[in-house]
T-cell receptor, first 113, second 115 residues
Framework: QQQVKQSPQSLIVQKGGISIINCAYE??????FPWYQQFPGKGPALLIA?????SEKKEGRFTISFNKSAKQFSLHIMDSQPGDSATYFC????????????FGGGTRVLVKP | EAQVTQNPRYLITVTGKKLTVTCSQN?????MSWYRQDPGLGLRQIYY???????DKGDVPEGYKVSRKEKRNFPLILESPSPNQTSLYFC??????????????FGPGTRLTVL
């Protein structure tokens, strides 16, 4: 049983378009929601993260939207670039429970030039 | 350069032949963890360690062992590998605290095939 469900599994977007990846969680004790970006042959790296006391966080072209009542959060990649082609993982954790991350299944994003 | 290193990067072995995947970090992190990555399942935690000599099971620990004798090293041991352990393995490390929202740093991965 996956505690964090991620969709879609893959998406293709044209250069300059918007990529949207959605995640839903079940455990209301989660209080930290990071997104990790993984390029082929590399390990995941932290991209952006949010705590549930805010509904949105933006860093450059990347924005996390958070809906606590719906237990959903999403990653928006604005003005998508070919260099954004990667696999993206949402994750969730409970701060008081230490560093354990529960990951979604991942989304492979391909940005076409 | 701050990094997490893993060796080997690629390994093909046969069922039942014991193997060890090494992991080392140079960031003085207390927390270290092993994950396996399988298509559609994301990353699942195998074992983790909060500090030297402190280890605990993650979500999928069956068939794996770990040890943490030094702060920088966290080897993953497969005593008797089976084909269902064919996967991409990642080691990660981070600082920790009473309440922790610390970034985890991942190694480059080890692709293991068990025939």
């Amino acid at each position: 049983q996956q505690q964090v469900k991620q969709s879609p599994q893959s998406l293709i977007v044209q250069k300059g378009g918007i990529s949207i990846i959605n995640c839903a969680y079940e455990n209301t004790a989660f209080d930290y929601f990071p997104w990790y970006q993984q390029f082929p042959g590399k390990g995941p790296a932290l991209l952006i993260a949010i705590r549930p006391d805010v509904s949105e966080k933006k860093e450059g072209r990347f924005t996390i939207s958070f809906n606590k009542s719906a237990k959903q959060f999403s990653l928006h990649i604005m003005d998508s670039q070919p260099g954004d082609s990667a696999t993206y993982f949402c994750a969730a954790s409970i701060g008081a429970a230490g560093n354990k991350l529960t990951f979604g299944g991942g989304t492979r994003v391909l940005v076409k030039p | 350069e701050a990094q997490v290193t893993q060796n080997p990067r690629y390994l093909i072995t046969v069922t039942g032949k014991k193997l060890t995947v090494t992991c080392s970090q140079n960031m003085n992190h207390e927390y270290m963890s092993w994950y396996r990555q399988d298509p559609g399942l994301g990353l699942r935690q195998i074992y983790y360690s909060m500090n030297v000599e402190v280890t605990d099971k993650g979500d999928v620990p069956e068939g794996y062992k770990v040890s943490r004798k030094e702060k920088r090293n966290f080897p993953l041991i497969l005593e008797s590998p089976s084909p269902n352990q064919t996967s991409l393995y990642f080691c990660a490390s981070s600082f920790t605290g009473i309440i922790s929202y610390n970034e985890q740093f991942f190694g480059p991965g080890t692709r293991l095939t068990v025939l």
